[in-house]
Nanobody, 116 residues
């Protein structure tokens, strides 16, 4: 059974940094891409950043220049370095993986709270 386990969330002051990690286990299909989504209270879940197995990256406009996504294909792991955090970055951050054959999986989420 595929599991994506996130870690690294927490409480940080505005302007600070956090690094999220997501490790996948039980994966038997090739991963096409991994990414991070977030959902703030009362808002829809949105893409924050994604990285393909080939290393191509995509970022939401709101995080460009502040967040960096990276991955380790051999470990089925993806990271999100978040710098210059703002109060509006407060949300639950979810790890997502896209597999071959159109399958995907979600982590349970990790809370990121930025105090102003």
């Amino acid at each position: 059974q595929v599991q994506l386990v996130e870690s690294g969330g927490g409480l940080v002051q505005a302007g600070g940094s956090l690094r999220l990690s997501c490790a996948g286990t039980g994966i038997i299909f090739r991963i096409n891409a991994m990414g991070w989504y977030r959902q703030a209270p009362g808002k829809q879940r949105e893409l924050v950043a994604a990285i393909s197995s080939g290393g191509s990256t995509t970022y939401a406009d709101s995080v460009k220049g502040r967040f960096t996504i990276s991955g380790d294909n051999a470990k089925n792991t993806v990271y999100l370095q978040m710098n210059s955090l703002k109060a509006e970055d407060t949300a639950v951050y979810y790890c997502h993986a896209e597999f071959r054959y159109g399958l995907d999986s979600w982590g349970l989420g990790t809370q990121v709270t930025v105090s102003s």
